[in-house]
């Protein structure tokens, strides 16, 4: 079963830009189609950003669209969240997970949740 650790969050104003990485153990990752969440405090976990196998495809939530960029390097084994023009209300804990199906929100994902990595932006 693919394993995930997404890593490259930090504390960052308002403005401000991070590039989140997420790196996927075993041979099938390029089978899946790969998302980042995120989920702020006291809040549900939301879709954030999906792309396909080839990364031809991508989808964005309109809360991150034109600031947000997803990508893949299937040769890696890793799926990125390039993420400009920061705002507070970006402040989360940022997850990725991975489906085997193209399904543009993603409502279901196929493995266990990670540790995610903590984004905060400061005003």
């Known amino acids: 079963q693919v394993q995930l650790v997404e890593s490259g969050g930090g504390l960052v104003q308002a403005g401000g830009s991070l590039r989140l990485s997420c790196a996927a153990s075993g041979r099938t990752f390029s089978m899946y189609v790969m998302g980042w969440f995120r989920q702020a405090p006291g809040k549900e976990r939301e879709f954030v950003a999906a792309?396909?196998?080839?990364?031809?495809?991508?989808y964005y939530a309109d809360s991150v669209k034109g600031r947000f960029t997803i990508s893949r390097d299937n040769a890696k084994n890793t799926v990125y969240l390039q993420m400009n023009s920061l705002k507070p209300e970006d402040t989360a804990v940022y997850y990725c997970?991975?489906?085997?199906?193209?399904?543009?929100?993603?409502?279901?994902?196929?493995?266990?949740w990670g540790q995610g990595t903590q984004v905060t932006v400061s005003s």
């Open positions: 997970n991975a489906k085997p199906n193209w399904e543009a929100t993603m409502s279901s994902v196929a493995l266990p």
């Open positions: 792309i396909g196998w080839s990364g031809a495809n991508t």
